[in-house]
């Protein structure tokens, strides 16, 4: 059956913010979904609290609500637009749950509405554990033995019939959240504790260890016709014990023959009928033992996934998409094949090349975390390579993770390291391939690793044979072709081998240049070549046949953000995409490079030509070559995808490659301290005083000039990392021991730290001419919190005309003196009513697609089209920026970060602490829109972390520096009927101004005598509705901590700067007093 | 490592290594797109004189085991692969890939660009090839070598790949019926899946004629797969007449459905590089679904596919179709008790999908039987 006509209009529940296991994966496959609907003519509502993605851009949807996900919200929105229609399988989890509310609340009754691709029982029965085993049962696979427990002491019970290790499964949670692997009864209490905590319904499973098993992943589609097919098969490096968002994975399975992996999709088959997804995609999950083969089936998502992605980039089979199309109606054979075009989408893509998927984690940014790698997802990013071989793949990906400590290395390793990494790989964590390889190369053979990791020995082989050609190459002699070539077959990169040769990286590209040793670029086409390709997706490998077309129309490479990290995600996709958009429009072919896996940019329908590569000199240069081989290049867009690509500007104009846009020496001019210091000066423009310092003596002798609190920090880095305020000379010598190995070529600024200033942010576009000032953001935290941490309004709050006409004016003398062309972002400070610059990076900022939002205006395109030289005065006359004037915001915008505290735990099994630095934490971002700062701030603080009180009880406890402007708001949470607690010195404060309280113990102090409990104790009892903890300057001091992590791991607000304290009154006064609002963007922008 | 070269008929030559036997080999150069099975592939005897290019590009991953083969022997001419493994990881293994192809004698080549290669047979079509490792041969003397083979077209090989006397394989329980299956190449798995369903299959030699044929009073006659070219097959094609004009329930499948095509009068045509591997896309145009299915076959029957037709034996109809490229991969006679496929229900290697084929053929029997 095609098209269902009853269907004219669907709500699309997208995935809310960017968390652990939540990542911008969905905004790929809701981006799709909305291109699909539209294209039938259906009339798209989407909700989606992300303003980063590229789904919630007004094109994509007739109304789009960026506003709280949560089923009161949409019930409003269901009322107000009456879809026929609501799907919410694409927005990960959140939708789903979101839905299931929906169903529950009874809004899909009252108002008539179906809910597409999956039904709430379907949900339930491949979600619900026990029916999920009972239909494993009846179709004839296994579980693992398993009890459900709802409490603690079902869970003891329980155990003593499974034994230890014992696996814990919170139910209804995503990215395997709350989960993991029990050794014994303490860590069994805590870890079972945590997950009934987190499970909306207090259910964990507790299962019988299969930890060392094979791990297999099968994404499975069904149409309403009960057409099956399986799209990619998924086999993970790491085995069971890892989850698999953490684990290398690699598609297709290399170590199954046909008999087994028939058995893994037989099951799969049955398991989606059995289930009932009706339309649409899931994935299976499944151990396998590698002594005798037993399958035991894990578990099964029925909705599309973070796998999904993968597996769609992986393949070229856009499982979104379809699962569309076939929620509206369509068959699987209805649907074209994009790439083959002949073909239909009924069949199984086949691959003649491997994929590798590797984690990126960001254990730097919580130093106290534990590094073990368990059933619970704690990396935050991920890279994909695609080689004609596993090698070939592994090594691309490797170094696709812009990590040195990533890529194989070969130093001299000795016998005693060797015992030590086999001793510790037993333990995985961020890096134990590399201690596998390094543990090889210096002899540890196949069997000893495989006994140590449980890793296929298929794989330990790859690693052996790649040990095995450094040693080759390492070798005194001539870099013969043959032995260039076998290298660099199998994944070598040029850096690589001039490390093992003892030369440049440059001499060996040379060397390899003149022996005529290039990529060739191989199409992802679905079918192994057995039809035509006309997607021109390409990834390298060294083989005899290229495949790039010739082309005529002039060509725009554009640079994407590789995997996505804390300080570099999702936005930078979003500048990216929209310059592929807008110079296509613009008549240009655009040729995007990218290896991150989730992104809509890496969506072969983004751009005329997709290059799956990391973001690598060399890898770079190469499809460069190939591009300028194939037709004109006009050249290469290094400004969108934020420090990766600008990292690469130099080298790649070094070797002759036109950067286009702001230039590198431009960049440089910025991000260099003294230069830019100099420009400032020039312009008669203040910054914080500072110093550059390559040593600790210099250091110290810069502190003191400039007088303590100092904001240190290396040079030439994204998200703060390694930023802190110190207060003393101890402070700082501790800080320069750590930081010198963070760059070792950059060195380290010391900044005068200005207290209690406002934190401005400033999105702008020059052409050399003329300035567009975009957005001034005000930063609700003050300055010392990281911009990325911070939450922030637009149109700015405090900051008065004047002072908004001297930005400008510095904004634009800045971008004049850098010589920009394209987006500059600068923050500044106000201070004492001076305003100071704190830098300037002039290229796409994390804030550009929540700025383009607020006011409407496409930054991203603007930045594009006048990198390729057009101008501000034209894009007016074109429409693409407003005629006259600045970004002008419509109503007020609140941004708030999405931190993820709750993923982390310190080795002795208690939470990180939560509180909010110089260096930046936050994974994603929310917003919020209404015509109000407190509505704004209301519906923000709602779709970051869940509702806000709006009556009870809340807890204060400020530090000394905080207690004077902390009084206000607290004067305010009284007069909003809140009970007030606090801690002796707190609220011996708060009572001397008036307001009262009662005083509760700190932790320190322990029950009192007549057995009064600690504020631990309170907030773990659940009496508190809201925490006020602001932290006593740096590092974890005892009590403060405990409260943090106490009111994290309950899930209870926890607000750590008086800044954020009174935004919480103005919010909850708004809440207190009328409903929220909702209003599409489209309305907003009309 | 030695120097090996793949070369095909159109002068285009590919240099790799040499990998398992050295020496030379001949025969059709056709690829293969599964990314499992390549030991089912190896074993199977419709790979008869051809030169298999895998385009999956690890091979030898999993080793080889007793269970998995297909028949007593590899029967590929060649073996073209990109990455063969150097170490075998499963826990059914019981040798290496390359030892095996060593010890049966099979020349391979690895370290080719086999996606150039598929491109190559997918453009110009299937053709002669050969593999020459540890030769001294100049470029234009291969050529010259492999000009001299025998081309696939016109080609007779059932000979080589049946049975010489019958074998009975005895039915699963209880037996419920008793069949020849006349072997043109039979894979292990098809009388495996009839014995499953209580039949008894007496493999039967492919010169055995109608009488010899009836001699086992059988419930139903199958056709089985196989290597050639099915224009060569007068006599078992007038056996199948035989049989259709004394209503014995009749199952083919690959070669045996071109057989029964041809039979029926249709004619079969070479594809240009044909249907290799385990993800086809074929529908059931009675109920319109879709199955995944494995295919071998470089031959096809050619019917109409839109509206019934009229045979000596009565009305029939395509059944199934490949939703790829429309080719027919299904026929079935509505007044008499015969079908066939074009594709492999028994799957061995690829997908079970289309393993209600076998019921249906059980069905027919019974219908029969009852009737």
Redesign the interface.
């Known amino acids: 059956m095609p098209l269902d006509t009853t269907i004219k209009s669907v709500l699309v529940i997208g995935s809310g913010p960017i968390v652990i296991g939540q990542a911008c994966e969905f905004d790929y496959s809701g981006t799709q979904a909305c291109r699909v609907l539209r294209a039938e003519g259906i009339r798209v509502i989407l909700i989606n609290s992300n303003p980063a993605t590229i789904m919630t851009d007004p094109e994509f949807a007739d109304a789009t609500y960026v506003e709280p996900i949560t089923p009161e919200i949409i019930e409003q929105i269901i009322a107000h637009e009456k879809p026929d229609a609501v799907l919410a399988t694409l927005g990960g989890q959140t939708a789903l749950n979101a839905a299931i509310g929906l169903y529950e609340r009874g809004t899909l009754k009252k108002y008539g509405v179906r809910l597409i691709g999956a039904d709430v029982e379907a949900i339930h029965r491949g979600e619900n554990r026990e029916l999920f085993r009972g239909i494993v049962e009846k179709v004839g696979g296994e579980s693992a033995r398993s009890k459900i427990c709802h409490t603690m002491e079902e869970i003891m019970e329980a155990v003593v019939h499974l034994n230890y290790p014992v696996v814990v499964r919170p139910s209804f949670t995503m990215g395997g959240l709350g989960s993991g692997i029990a050794f014994n009864e303490a860590e069994l209490r805590q870890i079972a504790g945590a997950g009934l905590r987190h499970s909306p319904t207090s259910e964990v499973l507790l299962e019988e260890s299969i930890i060392g098993w094979k791990e297999y992943e099968l994404e499975v589609m069904r149409d309403h016709k009960d057409n099956v097919v399986i799209v990619c098969s998924i086999e993970n490096l790491d085995p069971m014990g890892v989850h698999t968002g953490d684990s290398i994975t690699v598609a297709p399975a290399m170590t199954l023959t046909d008999v087994e992996y028939q058995k893994l999709r037989d099951l799969s088959m049955n398991i989606i009928r059995e289930v009932g997804v009706e339309t649409g995609g899931c994935n299976i999950q499944f151990a396998v033992n590698p002594d005798n083969g037993r399958i035991i089936v894990i578990e099964m998502n029925p909705r599309v996934s973070r796998s999904s992605a993968l597996a769609s980039k992986a393949t070229g089979f856009p499982i979104a998409k379809i699962a569309t199309k076939l929620a509206i109606g369509y068959t699987l054979d209805e649907i074209q094949n994009d790439i083959t075009k002949v073909t239909p989408a009924s069949f199984e893509p086949t691959l003649d090349y491997v994929v590798v998927k590797v984690p990126r984690f960001a254990f730097e940014k919580f130093a106290d975390a534990d590094p073990r790698l368990t059933t619970t997802m704690k990396s935050v990013g991920e890279a994909m390579a695609i080689g004609r071989s596993f090698s070939e793949a592994l090594m691309k990906s490797l170094r696709s993770l812009e990590r040195k400590e990533a890529i194989f290395s070969w130093p001299v390793v000795t016998q005693t390291e060797m015992l030590s990494l086999l001793q510790s790989m037993k333990i995985p964590t961020e890096y134990r391939l590399q201690q596998v390889q390094k543990a090889m190369w210096a002899g540890a053979s196949v069997e000893q690793v495989y006994e140590a990791t449980k890793i296929d020995r298929w794989y330990l082989r790859q690693i052996e044979i790649i040990n095995e050609q450094a040693l080759v190459i390492s070798q005194p002699g001539e870099l013969s072709k043959e032995l260039l070539r076998t290298a660099k077959a199998q994944g070598f990169s040029d850096s690589q081998i001039a490390i093992l040769r003892g030369v440049s990286e440059d001499e060996v590209r040379r060397a390899r240049h003149h022996l005529d040793i290039r990529p060739v670029y191989k199409t992802v086409d679905t079918c192994a070549a057995e039809f035509e390709a006309f997607t021109p997706y390409y990834y390298s490998s060294y083989e005899e046949e290229t495949e790039v077309r010739t082309r005529t129309t002039p060509a725009v490479i554009i640079l994407g953000s590789g995997p996505n990290r804390i300080g570099q995600g999702i936005e930078f996709d979003y500048s990216c995409v929209h310059a592929s958009f807008t110079l296509r429009e613009a008549g240009y072919e655009t040729i995007m490079v990218n290896c991150n896996p989730e992104t809509v940019s890496t969506d072969y329908d983004t751009s005329n030509r997709l290059y799956f590569e990391p973001l690598t000199l060399e890898d770079v240069l190469e499809v460069v070559h190939a591009e300028t081989q194939a037709g004109p290049v006009l050249g290469v867009i290094t400004q969108l995808g934020g420090q990766t690509p600008l990292g690469l500007a130099a080298g790649l104009k070094a070797n002759g490659v036109t950067i286009l846009g702001t230039s590198p020496d431009a960049i440089n001019l910025a991000e260099e301290r003294g230069a830019f210091g100099n420009i400032l000066a020039e312009q008669g423009l203040k910054a914080p005083q500072f110093g550059m310092a390559s040593s600790q003596l210099e250091a110290t002798t810069i502190a003191h000039e400039i007088g303590y609190p100092v904001l240190v920090r290396p040079s030439f880095v994204l998200g703060g990392r390694g930023m802190e305020i110190v207060y003393d000379d101890a402070a700082l010598g501790g800080f320069i021991t750590r930081a010198t190995d963070i760059t070792p070529d950059h060195p380290v600024l010391v900044d005068r730290f200005l207290d209690n200033a406002v934190e401005i942010d400033v999105d702008a576009l020059f052409d050399g001419h003329e300035l567009f000032l975009g957005g001034v953001m005000e930063h609700i935290e003050e300055a010392g919190i990281h911009s990325g941490d911070s939450a922030c309004v637009l149109p700015s709050m405090t900051v008065t005309d004047e002072q908004r006409a001297e930005i400008r004016i510095a904004t634009e003398k800045i971008a004049r003196g850098v010589d920009v062309r394209g987006l500059i972002n600068i923050q500044f400070a106000i201070a004492d009513d001076t305003l100071y610059v704190l830098e300037a990076n002039p290229r796409a900022s994390r804030t550009v697609p929540f700025v383009s939002k607020a006011t409407g205006v496409p930054l991203a395109k603007a930045a594009a089209r006048i990198s390729v030289g057009s101008t501000i005065a034209e894009l007016r006359a074109e429409g693409l920026l407003p005629t006259s004037g600045d970004g002008v915001a419509q109503g007020v915008s609140v941004k708030e970060a999405v931190l993820p505290w709750n993923r982390f735990r310190r080795t002795d099994g208690r939470g990180v602490d939560a509180v909010l630095g110089p260096e930046m934490r936050s994974t994603g971002e929310v917003m919020g829109i209404s015509p109000t700062f407190g509505e704004s701030y209301a519906k923000s603080q709602i779709a970051a972390f869940g509702p806000l009180p709006k009556s009870g009880t809340v807890f204060i406890s400020l530090a000394d520096k905080d207690k004077g402007t902390g009084i206000e708001p607290a004067m305010g949470f009284s007069d909003l009927g809140f009970h007030i607690l606090a801690t002796e010195g707190t609220a011996i404060y708060l009572r001397k101004h008036g307001i009262e309280c009662t005083t509760v113990r700190k932790n320190s102090e322990g029950t009192g005598a007549m057995g009064e409990k600690t504020i631990v104790d309170i907030i773990n009892s659940g009496e508190i509705n809201l925490v006020i903890n602001t932290p006593v300057g740096r590092g974890t001091r005892a009590d403060g901590w405990a409260i943090r992590t106490a009111a994290v791991q309950r899930s209870i607000p926890c607000i750590t700067t008086t800044a954020g304290f009174s935004a919480a009154v103005d919010a909850i006064s708004f809440l207190q007093s009328s409903p929220l609002s909702i209003k599409s963007l489209q309305e907003w922008l009309a | 490592m030695a120097s090996a070269y793949l070369v095909l008929d159109d002068g285009r030559i ?1 240099e790799g290594f040499s990998w398992a036997a050295t020496g030379k080999t001949f025969g059709e150069a056709v ?1 293969q ?5 390549y ?2 592939t190896l074993t199977d005897p419709s790979y008869h004189k051809q030169v298999v290019v895998m ?4 091979i030898g ?2 080793g080889v ?1 007793e ?2 083969n297909e028949s007593a022997k590899i029967w590929v001419a060649g073996f073209v692969v ?2 063969p ?3 075998t ?4 293994a019981q040798n290496d890939l390359e030892a095996e192809l060593i010890s049966q004698g099979i020349v391979g080549i690895q370290g ?5 290669i ?2 190559h047979l ?1 453009d110009r079509g299937a053709m002669r090839v050969g593999i020459f490792s540890g030769l001294e041969l100049t470029r234009e003397e291969m050529v010259v070598e492999v000009r001299k083979t025998e081309a696939m077209t016109g080609s007779y090989l059932v000979r080589d790949v049946s049975t010489p006397t019958t074998v009975v394989i005895p039915a699963i329980g209880t037996k419920k019926f008793t069949i020849a299956a006349i072997d043109l190449g039979i894979k292990g798995a098809t009388p495996r899946a009839l014995a499953e369903r209580g039949v008894e299959v007496h493999v039967m030699p492919f010169n055995s004629s109608y009488a010899e044929i009836m001699a086992i009073n059988p419930d139903g006659v199958f056709l089985s797969n196989g290597p050639g070219d099915p224009s060569t097959m007068t006599d078992v094609i007038d056996v199948v007449r035989e049989l259709l004009v004394a209503e014995v329930p009749l199952f083919g499948i690959c070669f045996g459905h071109q057989i029964l095509g041809r039979a029926l009068g249709f004619e079969t045509y070479k594809l240009q ?1 044909g249907h290799r ?5 074929v ?1 059931d145009k009675n109920t ?3 199955e ?1 299915t494995a295919h071998n076959h470089g031959f096809a029957v050619k019917a109409p596919i839109d509206a019934e037709f009229a045979t000596v034996f009565g009305r029939g109809e395509v059944t199934h179709t490949c ?3 429309g080719v027919v991969e299904g026929l079935q006679l509505l007044d008499r008790p015969a079908f066939s496929v074009q594709y492999h229900p028994e ?6 999908d289309a393993a209600y084929l076998f019921d249906r053929f059980v069905d027919l029997m019974s219908k029969k039987v009852n009737a």
């Open positions: 590919f690829f797109t599964g990314m499992t099975g030991q089912e385009t999956a590009p690890h991953n999993t085991n269970t998995d990109r990455n493994s150097s170490v990881s499963n826990w059914r080719v660009d086999t996606r150039a598929t491109r997918r590089f591997g385990i993800n086809q896309p529908m319109g679904k879709v995944i939703l790829n490229d799957a061995a290697a690829g997908p079970h």
